[in-house]
């Protein structure tokens, strides 16, 4: 039986490129993530100043 496919169709002969373009994109992401940093947060010196506030306590009753 004779093959009807095209040699255009045939993959095997681009399998040693697809093979390094994998292997060069898996190296790649891997000194990415090696590499990347993550940022540090800032903080920054926050003052709230709340007015005081004067209780008068005249009487406590500790009678039940």
């Known amino acids: 039986m004779q093959s ?4 255009n ?15 060069l994109v898996a190296l790649a992401m ?8 993550t940022p540090t947060p800032t903080f920054e010196q926050v003052t709230i100043d709340i007015p ?3 209780l008068d306590i ?3 009753d500790f009678s039940p």
Do not use: C, H, V, W
């Open 9 to 23: 169709a045939d993959l095997e002969s681009k399998r040693g490129i697809m093979f390094l373009i994998g292997l």
């Open 52 to 54: 005081a506030q004067s």
């Open 58 to 60: 005249s009487e406590i």
């Open 30 to 37: 891997t000194y990415l993530i090696f590499n990347y940093e």
């Open 4 to 7: 009807k496919k095209t040699p």
